[in-house]
């Protein structure tokens, strides 16, 4: 493609698309959790993944209070993990390849761990003062591949008040050929 129509001047560029092949085939996934947590509580959220995948963006955003969230692998599982959080293909277009493809990966709330090696940790604080109080946040961009297994995520409210936020999290399956 030619942005002009004289094919022989010198700004001329071939168009390429910046997308991600794994976006438009229908492999990328996304989640998220309102967390809502007293002084001192702490939430647990684990991540089966049965394939490999890359992590695109991790974010943690808080309204009020301060978040800290541990994340882990290779934690030993206890409790209940009642709460299901939603699994959303980041591309619905009726133009995805078929058979489409359905995102493996799921993630549960609601029981707890224990152990575990510790990958990364993220701390999110909001002004303490309501006039100052502003939304918070940390997005991690950076691209982490993860195994097949179980990641962790320990939320928990190191501050004096409740902590209110969002936790969001977007990845790229890489299923078995």
Sequence with gaps: MYPSSNPDA???????????TS????LQARTFR????????????????????????????????????????????????????PVIPKNEISAR??????????????????GGTLYDVIDVK?????????TVGNTRDDILGAPAGTGFYKFSNPGSGTAVGIFTLAWDELPAP
């Design 10 to 20: 010198p700004f001329n560029r071939i168009k390429t698309d910046t997308e991600l």
């Design 23 to 26: 976006f438009f085939a229908g």
């Design 34 to 85: 309102e967390i809502s947590l007293a002084a001192g509580a702490t939430l647990y959220v684990k991540m089966v993944r049965p394939t490999d995948i890359i992590i695109r963006r991790f974010g943690l955003y808080v309204n009020a209070g301060e978040l800290r969230c541990e994340i882990y692998r290779g934690a030993t599982i206890a409790g209940v993990w009642a709460e299901s959080l």
């Design 97 to 114: 390849p078929l058979p489409q493809y359905v995102p493996q990966s799921h993630l549960e709330a609601g029981g707890t761990f224990s």
């Design 126 to 134: 909001t002004a303490g003062a309501g006039g100052q109080q502003l």
